[in-house]
């Protein structure tokens, strides 16, 4: 599948924190004055010193990025946005390790042909949505697979090494991902979210805070095309259920707090929905 991707303007901006130049250099000094495998095995001692001295690589990497009247071309038509955006941050081969990116985008328009009419006043024109990862230790993890490391062996490191390469990463812990507070707009309906997931055991642990608003509207609107199509019938049942488990807010707005302990039992506002 192709696609041509157009924008009128944009920028882009890319940030490298206490970066190891220097280490980087004598690293690629090496390879280059050790063409060879022989040569890089007989020098193993030595490699690896230049690897453990590139650590961390660098502290912190940061990428913001935007583009403006972005067009899509595809074989299922043109798709468009007023603005795109993607964020990135992430830490180099440290201990305490961090990676997160960002979305957002806003003024989208899909082909007409991809949704039925009374689809249309659902589909969103702007959303925002991101995670991060931390709780674990590259460093470790590295230095585990560094001192592994073997040229002379096939693979370099030895899969019986994988555990304890997996134990070392997992020091920082317990992982975790926090979902970022996203949102997502349509003509009918807003919803916003957010939460996180802990690695733990035997089942990771989440909770995730979903809120709605102008669920009446969606129902409304679904109503009116259930007399002509059974796809928005249908819809109306999964909707009008999700309401009803839902909490209402003075605000007119729906919540859902989705709770999923370490055992898996679910909860969603404190009622049980059965365990995963």
């Given amino acids: 599948m192709s696609f041509t991707l157009k924008g009128r303007s944009g920028t882009g901006d890319i940030g490298l924190d206490?970066?190891?130049?220097?280490?980087?250099?004598?690293?690629?000094?090496?390879?280059?004055?050790?063409?060879?495998?022989?040569q890089i095995v007989d020098a193993t001692s030595e490699l690896k010193g230049l690897l453990s001295a590139a650590i961390p690589v660098f502290d912190k990497a940061e990428v913001d990025a935007t583009l403006e009247d972005v067009s899509i071309d595809t074989v299922v038509g043109s798709f468009a946005?007023?603005?795109?955006?993607?964020s990135f941050s992430g830490t180099g081969v440290t201990p305490q390790a961090h990676f997160g990116m960002?979305?957002?985008a806003n003024g989208l328009v899909i082909p007409e042909q991809l949704v039925r009419p009374w689809q249309k006043p659902f589909v969103p024109t702007e959303f925002v949505?991101?995670?991060?990862?931390?709780?674990?230790d590259v460093a470790a993890g590295v230095r585990e697979a560094i001192a592994d490391f073997d040229p002379a062996k096939t693979p370099p490191i030895s899969p019986e090494a994988d555990?304890?390469?997996?134990?070392?990463?997992?020091?920082?812990?317990?992982?975790?991902?926090t979902v970022e507070p996203g949102r997502l707009v349509s003509e009918l309906v807003?919803?916003?979210?957010?939460?996180?997931?802990?690695?733990?055991?035997?089942?990771?642990?989440?909770?995730?805070?979903?809120?709605?608003?102008?669920?009446?509207?969606?129902?409304?609107?679904?109503?009116?095309?259930?007399a002509t199509d059974q796809f928005a019938a249908q819809a109306i049942v999964?909707?009008?259920?999700?309401?009803?488990?839902?909490?209402?807010?003075?605000?007119?707005?729906?919540s859902w707090l989705i709770e999923v302990d370490p055992d898996g039992k679910t909860t969603i506002n404190g009622t049980p929905v059965g365990a995963r």
């Fill in 238 to 254: 999964g909707l009008a259920n999700a309401k009803r488990m839902g909490k209402a807010g003075a605000d007119g707005a729906t």
């Fill in 190 to 226: 807003e919803i916003d979210w957010s939460g996180d997931v802990t690695v733990t055991e035997p089942k990771p642990t989440v909770k995730l805070t979903v809120t709605a608003k102008g669920l009446d509207r969606a129902l409304d609107a679904l109503q009116a095309a259930a």
């Fill in 129 to 136: 949505m991101g995670a991060s990862v931390t709780g674990f």
């Fill in 81 to 86: 946005l007023k603005g795109l955006g993607f």
């Fill in 102 to 104: 960002n979305w957002q």
């Fill in 163 to 177: 555990a304890k390469i997996g134990a070392a990463f997992k020091q920082g812990g317990p992982i975790k991902v």
């Fill in 18 to 38: 206490a970066m190891h130049g220097q280490a980087l250099l004598d690293l690629w000094a090496f390879l280059v004055a050790h063409p060879s495998q022989q």
